[in-house]
């Protein structure tokens, strides 16, 4: 399995609060992707990065941001969580664009 | 209409059947193709990659019919362990992958 870790992977906050989410790889891969995973809509993708602080909007990027300072590490911040924000978010990697990516175990966030 | 479409299942079928499950796509652009399976509460998994001149992996065979925008996954002598959700992911030069809501397999003894 990929070197990916999650943290946290449970959080339950309320509505207003920021929440940030953090990504972790040990496979030095160029590429990192935050993706939200709700019932009916599959996987939707958030914000990537393709390297040290570049990164890029995705189709769901309304109300998230991200950093990526370090190669391995790649951070989503909900600003100000709401209700809406509830899903599970799962980071990906790959060493390209368009080549398989690899997911971490996910986190399931609840925002009351 | 969504960019990967996929039936939502659930398929049950019985041990050592055969089930086969589509996707269609429409990008007629589109470059590179993948099969994804996902458990219950878990991340998703590459399967397989999708090749234009089909590929297998033993039980898992994948194919690709660029003519009529789809793909399919052919899953022969079913265990009870392929019980899981489908991905069909599909990427497009110059964007990102577009990942299909999934299938629903159920498999039973």
């Known amino acids: 399995d990929a070197g990916i870790t999650q943290s946290p992977r449970h959080k339950v906050t309320e509505t207003g609060t920021p929440v940030t989410l953090r990504c972790h790889q040990t496979?030095?891969?160029?590429?990192m992707y935050w993706y939200r995973q709700d019932p009916g809509h599959g996987l939707r993708l958030i914000h990537y990065?393709?390297?040290?602080?570049?990164?890029d909007k995705g189709e769901v990027s309304d109300g998230y941001s991200v950093s990526r300072s370090k190669t391995e590490d790649f951070l989503l911040t909900l600003e100000s969580a709401t209700s809406s924000q509830t899903s599970v978010y799962f980071c990906?990697?790959?060493?390209?664009?368009?080549?398989?990516?690899?997911f971490g175990p996910g986190t399931r966030l609840t925002v009351t | 209409r969504k960019e990967v479409e996929q039936d939502p299942g659930p398929f049950n079928v019985p041990e050592g059947a055969t089930v086969a499950f589509n996707c269609t796509y429409s990008?007629?652009?589109?470059?590179?193709f993948f099969w994804y399976r996902q458990d219950c509460r878990k991340e998703p998994k590459l399967l397989m990659s999708?090749?234009?001149s089909g590929n297998e992996d033993g039980r898992f065979t994948a194919q690709l019919n660029r003519a009529s925008q789809y793909i399919s996954l052919l899953i022969r002598d079913s265990k009870l362990s392929d019980s899981a959700t489908y991905l069909c992911?599909?990427?497009?030069?110059?964007?990102?992958?577009?990942f299909g809501a999934g299938t629903i397999l159920r498999v039973k003894s």
């Open positions: 496979e030095n891969h160029r590429y």
């Open positions: 992911v599909v990427y497009s030069y110059g964007n990102k992958l577009v």
């Open positions: 999708v090749y234009s």
């Open positions: 990065s393709y390297g040290v602080k570049d990164t």
């Open positions: 990906a990697i790959s060493e390209s664009n368009g080549v398989p990516q690899y």
């Open positions: 990008n007629s652009a589109s470059q590179s």
